[in-house]
C-alpha cells in the first residue's frame, strides 16, 4: 500500500469519523467485546477508533492499532499519552498484509475504510483471520465507490467523475461489495453482513468529505471531463444547495464473521 493513492489527513479522518459514529459503534458492537479482551484495529490512523476500543476492554484489556503510515502513528500515540490510556493502548507502524502479532493473539479485529486503499485485501482479512484467536470475530467496514452518486441535472458529467472516482482515486474502489466473498472464501463462519447508506444534503460538506478538488483536478488531467464541464456541473451544485435540494449519497458494507476451528 502506498500513502499517495487515496491518501488522507487526520484532519480528514477526524471529520468524517465524527460523520461515521453511529457506523463505528455497529462496528464495535460486532466485534462482541467484553471487559479484559484483547483487540486490535487495522490501519487505524489517528487512532479514533484504539481510543473508544480502550473504554470498551477497560484497563486490564490491550488495544493495538496499526497503520502503514508513521506520521499516523505518531499522531495516535500522542492522543492516547494525552488521554491518559497509553499503558493499555498501543500503535504499531505495520503492513495491514504482514501483522506483527502472533496467531491467535487477540480476541477480535476490525478494519474500516482501509480496503478500499488496499491493492491486495485478500492478504489482509488473511492475517487479520491469523491474529484471531478461535471463536474469536472479524469485522471490516468498507465503502463501495461505485454505489453513490449526487443529483443533478448534470447527469452525464456525473456519472463520468463518479466511475473515474472509483476506479481511479482508490486502489480498490468497490472494497464493499467485495467483503462479503472474501470473507466467505477465508473460510470465515456465521458471516453477516449490513449496507449502511449515507446521505449528504450539504455541498460544502460533500466537497470535502468525496475529494472533490482532487476528484475534479485528476479527472480533468486525465480528459474524462474538461474544465468547462467541471465549471458547468459546479455550478448546477451550487444552485442545488441554494435552493436547500442538494442531494448526494454512497453505501458503506459492514461484514463480521468468526473463526471457527
Excluded at 504482514?98 to 493473539?105: H, K
Excluded at 472479524?138 to 463518479?162: K, Q
Amino acid at each position: 500500500m502506498t500513502t499517495t493513492k487515496g491518501y488522507v489527513d487526520p484532519e480528514y479522518l477526524q471529520v468524517v469519523g465524527e460523520f461515521l459514529n453511529q457506523l463505528k459503534q455497529r462496528t464495535y458492537a460486532r466485534m462482541q467485546i467484553q471487559t479484559g479482551h484483547k483487540v486490535l484495529d487495522v490501519g487505524c490512523g489517528p487512532g479514533i477508533d484504539t481510543m473508544a476500543l480502550s473504554q470498551l476492554v477497560g484497563v486490564t484489556g490491550e488495544v493495538y492499532g496499526v497503520d502503514y503510515d508513521e506520521a499516523m502513528i505518531t499522531e495516535a500515540e500522542q492522543r492516547t499519552q494525552k488521554a491518559g490510556i497509553s499503558t493499555w493502548v498501543k500503535h504499531k507502524h505495520s503492513d495491514a498484509t504482514s501483522l506483527p502479532f502472533e496467531t491467535g493473539y487477540f480476541d477480535s479485529c476490525r478494519s474500516e475504510r482501509l480496503f478500499q486503499h488496499l491493492l491486495n485485501p485478500s492478504i489482509a482479512l488473511k492475517e487479520m483471520a491469523r491474529v484471531t484467536k478461535e471463536n474469536g470475530w472479524v469485522v471490516v467496514m468498507d465503502t463501495d465507490w461505485g454505489s453513490g452518486g449526487i443529483d443533478t441535472i448534470e447527469i452525464d458529467i456525473e456519472r463520468r467523475l463518479a466511475r473515474f472516482m472509483s476506479d481511479n482515486l482508490y486502489h480498490n474502489g468497490y472494497a464493499g461489495r467485495q467483503l462479503y466473498r472474501l470473507f466467505k472464501k477465508q473460510g470465515l463462519m456465521n458471516v453477516s453482513f449490513d449496507v449502511l447508506p449515507l446521505v449528504v444534503t450539504n455541498y460544502t460538506f460533500a466537497r470535502q468529505i468525496w475529494s472533490l478538488d482532487i476528484l475534479e483536478c485528476q479527472a480533468v488531467e486525465k480528459k474524462v471531463v474538461t474544465e468547462g464541464e467541471v465549471k458547468k456541473i459546479q455550478m448546477a451544485f451550487e444552485q442545488a444547495d441554494a435552493d436547500g435540494v442538494f442531494f448526494g449519497y454512497g453505501c458503506l458494507t459492514l461484514v463480521a464473521g468468526q473463526k471457527v476451528g
